[in-house]
C-alpha cells in the first residue's frame, strides 16, 4: 500500500464523527417515543453525542498542512465543496449537541442549568435562575427536533465527502453516502447500547423496553448497510472499466481480507447473529429477549471495529482507485 | 498580447516528438524551485504495445491540465484554488490550509502536497513567466521541440495553427475537466 494522501487520522475523523452522529440520533430517537423506559437511551446518547465528533474535528485539524490556518475554512461559503458545506454543518452540530448533553445533565449536575433572569445577575452564577423542569423538558424536545436532522446530515456528510469525488472511481457512487449513513448511525446505537449494557442495572424499570428499542434498531440498520453494499457492489460491478476495475481492490486485491473480514463478518454477520438471538425470544412471542452483558458487550464492539474498518478500507482503497487507462510515469 | 480577460493559455504536445529526456522536468523544477522529490510536470511511458518484431513505445509528457471545468476548485472549501481570467488555475497559497482535498479530486495527479509550507502546490504554466510574455520553462527547454504553449483564443498563435492542423485529443475526456492540454501523436 503506498502512502495515501489521507490516512488513519482522516479515518478516525470519519468514524467518530459517525459516532457522534448515531448516538445524537438515536437519543432524539428515544426522546420523540418519550416514556420513562427510553429515557436512560436519551440521556446516554445525549450526554455522549458531543465529544466523538469533537475529536474527530480536533484530529482532522491536525491533519491539515497548516492546522492554525483552519480559520480560513470559515471565512466563505464553498457551495460545491462538500467539505466546506460540511464544516459548516459540523460547527452547528457541535454547538447544538453540547447544548442538548446539557440539558440531559443528571441530578444534581441538572442544578447548572439557569439563566440570568437580571441583567444585575450576570457577574453572579449563583444568583442565576434555574430553569424549571418544563422548559429543560421543551428545549430538549426542540433540540431533539433541530439536531435529528443534523445528525443525519453528519452522517451523509462523510460519505459524500468521499462520494463526490469523480476521479476515485471506489467512491464516486451515491451508494457511499447512505452506506456511510446508516454504519454512522449503527455506530452511534452501538455505543448507547455498549454503554447501557455495562450499566446494567436489570432491575431498573424499562430494562426490557431499552434493549428491544437498541437491539432491534440496531439490527435494523445493519441489514440496511447490508443493502446498501449489495447495490454498491453490484452497480460498481455493472458499471464501466474503471469503476468495475476498481472493486477489485476488495474482491481479490489488496483491501478483500480487511472488508470481507473486518467489514462483512465482524462488523456485520457477527452482530446480526448475536442481535438476532437476543430477539429470538421476542420475535417467537416467548419471552423477553436474552440478555447477558457478555453478548451485549460483544455485539456493541464488533459493531464499532465494522464501523472502523469500513471507513479505513473506503480511505485507502479510494485512493488507489483512478480512472483508466493509467499511463506510467 | 491580448489582454488578459480575452486570452486562454493552453499547451499542445507533440507525443512523437518526446524522446523521453525529461529536461522539461528539470527545467521545471529548477525554474519553480520544486521541493527535491516532487514533481510539477512528467513524462508518462505508454508500450511497449504491438508484438515483436512491430513494437511502439509512446511517451506522454504531462502537467496540470489547466481545466476549463476544474474538479480541484471545486472542492476546495476556501476558495483557495481559483480560476485566473486568462483560464490558468492557480493557488491563492495564503488561504490554502492543506487539506489535500484537491489531491483527491485532481484525475490526473497533478498536484502534489508541500510538506515544507504546508499547502498543495502544482504547475502554474509558469504564469510569472508568461505575464512578461516568455515561454513556460518546460516549453522553453523542451529538446526535441514536442512541447508548444500559447492563447488558444488568438488564431494565430502556435498552439491554435497546430491544433486547427493535427488530429488532437485531451486525457480523461469523459471526466468533463476540459483540459487545455491537447496532445497531438
Known amino acids: 500500500m503506498e502512502n495515501p494522501e489521507w490516512g488513519i487520522l482522516v479515518v478516525n475523523y470519519l468514524f467518530l464523527a459517525g459516532v457522534s452522529a448515531g448516538a445524537f440520533a438515536i437519543s432524539s430517537f428515544a426522546t420523540y417515543i418519550g416514556g420513562p423506559h427510553f429515557r436512560r437511551v436519551a440521556r446516554i446518547g445525549a450526554l455522549i453525542a458531543p465529544w466523538p465528533v469533537m475529536v474527530g474535528v480536533g484530529l482532522l485539524v491536525l491533519d491539515l498542512g497548516r492546522p492554525l490556518a483552519f480559520w480560513h475554512l470559515f471565512m ?31 441530578a444534581p449536575l441538572n442544578n447548572l442549568l439557569r439563566v440570568p433572569t437580571h441583567p444585575r445577575a450576570l457577574p453572579h452564577f449563583t444568583r442565576w435562575t434555574p430553569l424549571t423542569p418544563q422548559t429543560i423538558r421543551r428545549a430538549r424536545a426542540i433540540l431533539a427536533a433541530l439536531g435529528f436532522p443534523l445528525s443525519l446530515g453528519i452522517g451523509v456528510y462523510t460519505g459524500i465527502l468521499l462520494g463526490a469525488v469523480p476521479s476515485r472511481p471506489f467512491w464516486n457512487t451515491p451508494m457511499l453516502a447512505q452506506l456511510f449513513l446508516f454504519s454512522a448511525m449503527s455506530s452511534g446505537t452501538a455505543t448507547v447500547l455498549l ?14 423496553e431499552e434493549r428491544r428499542l437498541l437491539v432491534s434498531t440496531d439490527l435494523v440498520l445493519i441489514i440496511l448497510e447490508v443493502f446498501m453494499l449489495i447495490p454498491f457492489l453490484l452497480h460498481h460491478a455493472l458499471s ?4 468495475a476495475s476498481s472493486i477489485e481492490l476488495i474482491l481479490g486485491g489488496e483491501f478483500t481480507l480487511w472488508f470481507w473480514i473486518g467489514v462483512i463478518l465482524l ?63 | 498580447m491580448a489582454p488578459e480577460n ?26 519553480n524551485q520544486v521541493p527535491l522529490g516532487k514533481h510539477r510536470n512528467w513524462v508518462g511511458h505508454v508500450g511497449p504495445t504491438g508484438t515483436f518484431p512491430t513494437l511502439g513505445l509512446r511517451f506522454e509528457p504531462g502537467n496540470c491540465m489547466h481545466c476549463e471545468n476544474p474538479p480541484c476548485l471545486r472542492v476546495c472549501p476556501t476558495g483557495a484554488t481559483y480560476q485566473r481570467e486568462d483560464g490558468l488555475v492557480l493557488i491563492d497559497y495564503d488561504k490554502c490550509i492543506g487539506c489535500r482535498y484537491c489531491m483527491q479530486a485532481c484525475p490526473y495527479d497533478a498536484r502534489y502536497f508541500d510538506e515544507t509550507r504546508g499547502v498543495v502546490d502544482k504547475c502554474t504554466m509558469c504564469a510569472h513567466r508568461l505575464d512578461v510574455g516568455q515561454p513556460p520553462a518546460c516549453v522553453e527547454t523542451c529538446v526535441g521541440g514536442a512541447r508548444h504553449y500559447g492563447d488558444l483564443n488568438d488564431p494565430n498563435s502556435e498552439v491554435s495553427k497546430l491544433l486547427a492542423t493535427n488530429e488532437h485529443t485531451v486525457i480523461y475526456e469523459e471526466a468533463g475537466t476540459e483540459p487545455k492540454i491537447f496532445y497531438i501523436s
Open chain 1, 240 to 243: 464501466t472499466w474503471s469503476s
Open chain 1, 267 to 329: 462488523g456485520i454477520l457477527l452482530p446480526l447473529a448475536i442481535e438476532g438471538y437476543e430477539l429470538f425470544p421476542v420475535v417467537l412471542r416467548e419471552g423477553a429477549t436474552r440478555y447477558s452483558l457478555a453478548l451485549s458487550a460483544a455485539s456493541g464492539v464488533l459493531v464499532l471495529v465494522g464501523g472502523f474498518v469500513l471507513r479505513f478500507v473506503f480511505v485507502y482503497a479510494g485512493q488507489v482507485s483512478h480512472f483508466l487507462p493509467v499511463v506510467a510515469r
Open chain 2, 6 to 31: 480575452t486570452r486562454r493559455w493552453g499547451m499542445a504536445i507533440e507525443t512523437k516528438r518526446c524522446i523521453d529526456c525529461k529536461a522539461c522536468m528539470v527545467a521545471c523544477e529548477i525554474e
Open chain 1, 76 to 106: 466563505v461559503v464553498q457551495y460545491a465543496s462538500p467539505m466546506s458545506i460540511g464544516s459548516w454543518l459540523l460547527t452547528g452540530f457541535v454547538v447544538l449537541s453540547l447544548v442538548y448533553a446539557a440539558l440531559w445533565l443528571p
Open chain 1, 195 to 208: 454503554i447501557t449494557a455495562l450499566l446494567g442495572t436489570r432491575h431498573e424499570t424499562g430494562f426490557e
